[in-house]
């Protein structure tokens, strides 16, 4: 079952363009969501969190922004970097620390 | 910076046979997990262990599969007889604490071992 959606596989970003990266979820109980990067060979780093009681966290060139109502979180990666290219994973859970629910990512180019 | 880490990267087992995986999390954190990717799909919880047991586990944890901290140090995954459907990528995991509200607790990641079933 994916409770976790997102529906763009792939994304390409002029270089100093911002880059958004969408995400679904059906499950109402979830309540942390998480992002994180993944570049080949090597394991999901992670970028960048949000509680349900937030609707935006901020970190640097990264922003999370969270609709409860619609079920949907966005990235936004402001300016993108050509560093930046990998697969982004959307993850949520119910509490910070249990199971980790994760979309099959987007995987992002940024060219120069 | 402190990471997981994870041994062998590349394990080529033959079907039936058990295999082992290794994973030393970060030294300070208490709760462990391991995920597993099959290939072109998502990133799957498989268990989570804390204070030498199990806390949570998805259906794919079946009978098969254990888990266990033998040491101070090192986190492992066992797979008693393996299937060709086993061959995937594992994630092993840790996280410093859980279930502290408003606090952000995210799960570090190791490289993974590729399992590979023949």
């Known amino acids: 079952d994916q409770q976790v959606k997102q529906n763009s596989p792939s994304l390409s970003v002029q270089e100093g363009r911002i880059s958004i990266l969408n995400c679904d979820y059906t499950?109402?109980?979830?309540?942390?969501f998480l992002w994180y990067k993944k570049y080949p060979a090597e394991g999901p780093t992670f970028l960048i969190s949000?509680?349900?009681?937030?609707d935006k966290n901020e970190d640097g060139r990264f922003t999370v922004f969270l609709n409860k109502s619609a079920k949907h979180l966005s990235l936004h990666i402001v300016p993108s970097q050509p560093g930046d290219s990998a697969v982004y994973f959307c993850a949520a859970n119910k509490v910070p620390g249990y199971a980790l629910n994760f979309g099959k990512g987007t995987s992002l180019l940024v060219t120069p | 910076e402190p990471e997981v880490t994870q041994t062998p990267s590349h394990q080529v087992t033959q079907m039936g046979q058990e295999v082992i995986l290794r994973c030393v999390p970060i030294?300070?954190?208490?709760?462990f997990y391991w995920y597993r990717q099959i290939l072109g799909q998502k990133v799957e919880f498989l268990v989570s262990f804390y204070n030498n047991e199990i806390s949570e586990k998805s259906e794919i944890f079946d009978d098969q599969f254990s888990v266990e901290r033998p040491d101070g140090s090192n986190f492992t995954l066992k797979i008693r007889s393996t299937k060709l459907e086993d061959s995937a990528m594992y994630f092993c995991a840790s996280s410093e604490a859980v279930g502290i509200p408003l606090v952000d607790q995210p799960q570090h990641f190791g490289d993974g071992t590729r399992l590979s079933i023949l």
């Open positions: 030294s300070n954190h208490l709760y």
């Open positions: 949000i509680s349900s009681i937030k």
């Open positions: 499950n109402s109980m979830f309540d942390y």
